[in-house]
Structures are given as C-alpha cells and as structure tokens.
C-alpha cells in the first residue's frame, strides 16, 4: 500500500512518517519501507529511527544504501562460496533470509562480523530442515525475530 502512494502525497505525510519511525513498537519493515519513500521523494526532514533497540537521526534525502549494499554482499561472498555447490537450495534460502534481515535493519549495519552472520544463517536454515528451533546464539535468534516479522507483515 505504501508504495502506491502518489508522490504528491509524500511530503503532506511526512510528518505522520516521522511519528511511526520515532515509535520502537512499528514494525521495522513498514519503517524501511517508509525510509525508502522519503528517500525516493528526497526528503529533507531529519527524522529519528528506532528499530531493534537502536536509535539514529537520519536526512532521508542523503541516505546512502552502499554501506548497507556492502555488507550484504560480504556476507552473501562468505555464503556463495561455503554452500552454492555443496548445496544450491541452501545457497537460495540463506541469501532470501539475509536479504530480508537487511531490509528490516537498514538503516542501522550489523555488529558482529561478516563470518559470524553466515555461521548464523547456516544454522538458521538447518535448523529450519530438520524442524528444531534452539536458539543457540543471539544471532539465530535475531533472524527468527524477523522472520516472524516478514510473516507477520505478509499476513495484511
């Protein structure tokens, strides 16, 4: 629905946009979402983003996605070159869940290293396979989080 908006509609929304972001309780994906409008439309308004415990003041106008493009294509390296021969559906579905976790995050980057997110992606995904959910580092956990998310923004 968000991208359906006409342009013109933008910056009379802004503000009501600002609310949502300034608010930890939205969900992060409607927030990315949002984030890429003001972007699109280049908004000039400083606005506060909360998400996942994290706060950051951003110029949607000025943001820029090469970072966050940078870091998700480390990580996907890592995965293509550990998995996409061994295993190509392990490959695919890593890459579609680490994609969506770093929609959800952006504008905020990951902490932890490259190598520690695509042992975390693995794990996810054989766990997924055989069925068991044991959350057994806080990265596991976090892309259970926002799966659950995506699922819950996919059943509107």
Known sequence: MLHQLDSHLVPHLASMFARYLHDETRNPIVKTTMLHILRKEKVIEPMIVKKFGQ?????PAQLDERKQNDWTDQVLHIIERTWVMQN??????????WLRYMFALYPFLPEESAQQWAAALYTYVEQCET???????SLVAKLYE???LWLSVESI
């Open 55 to 59: 706060t950051m003041t951003v110029v």
């Open 146 to 148: 926002v799966e659950k």
């Open 88 to 97: 190509p559906t392990m490959y695919e579905w890593c890459e579609q869940i």
């Open 131 to 137: 069925g068991q959910t044991i959350y057994t580092n």
